[in-house]
């Protein structure tokens, strides 16, 4: 069985920092490229950055230059360390992959960024 | 102001057909395939189509797809009460060197 679970978010000040983490399995991970996708409550879905199987990064303007993506592929994870937080970036973030389109989500994680 | 332009909301009673746009420009929707995921309350999103019009394995064949230009379209038929839920379409964005988000539309079932 697929799975992604996202772990890692919290309450934080602005300004401040935390990793995401998305552990995946039930599929050959190295094969995938994987994205983070945001929404914050009420509101619509946002992509913030993807990885390919070769570790090409991008991400979204609004996240550039504060976000890093890496994987592992051997531990199977991804990781989204997000610095210099603001209170724009607080939303439910959820790991996503797929081969023809997302067809994989994990749960989503809570990240709040308030003082 | 999003890049692709979806209605808010959209409405039908159950068996009716229904359709959802997705307004784009010549660097995404009018070169690269559109996806379109549901979401239904409280719980991740999950993909309906892929590669413009294409149905993942589980997606019933009441919903359906289609492209034009810089514009797609989202169909549902036979429209019943779990269809209940937030409608996004996706597509890579050449110009943003990204992935781009409709706005979302919420589809009720009257």
């Known amino acids: 069985e697929v799975q992604l679970v996202e772990s890692g978010g919290g309450l934080v000040q602005p300004g401040g920092s935390l990793r995401l983490s998305c552990a995946a399995s039930?599929?050959?991970?190295?094969?995938?490229?994987f994205h983070w996708v945001r929404q914050p409550r009420g509101k619509g879905l946002e992509w913030v950055s993807g990885?390919?199987?070769?570790?090409?990064?991008y991400y979204s303007a609004s996240v550039k230059g504060r976000f890093t993506l890496s994987r592992e592929n051997a531990k199977n994870s991804l990781y989204l360390q997000m610095n210099n937080l603001r209170a724009g970036d607080t939303a439910v973030y959820y790991c996503?992959?797929?081969?023809?389109?997302?067809?994989?989500w994990g749960q989503g994680i809570q990240v709040t960024v308030s003082s | 102001q999003s890049v692709l332009t979806q209605p808010p909301s959209a409405s039908g009673t159950p068996g009716q057909r229904v359709t959802i746009s997705c307004s784009g420009r010549?660097?995404?929707?009018?070169?690269?395939?559109v996806f379109w995921y549901q979401q239904l309350p409280g719980t991740a999103p999950t993909l309906l189509v892929d590669?413009?019009?294409q149905r993942p394995s589980g997606v019933p064949d009441r919903f359906s797809a289609s492209k034009s230009g810089t514009s797609a379209s989202l169909a549902i038929s036979g429209l019943r009460s779990e269809d209940e839920a937030d409608y996004y379409c996706?597509?890579?964005?050449?110009?943003?060197?990204?992935?781009?988000f409709g706005e979302g539309t919420k589809l009720a079932v009257l």
């Open positions: 996706s597509v890579w964005d050449d110009s943003l060197r990204g992935w781009v």
């Open positions: 990885i390919s199987t070769v570790g090409d990064t």
């Open positions: 010549s660097s995404n929707i009018g070169s690269q395939y």
């Open positions: 996503t992959t797929g081969l023809a389109g997302w067809d994989n």
């Open positions: 590669y413009d019009n």
């Open positions: 039930g599929f050959t991970f190295s094969s995938y490229d």
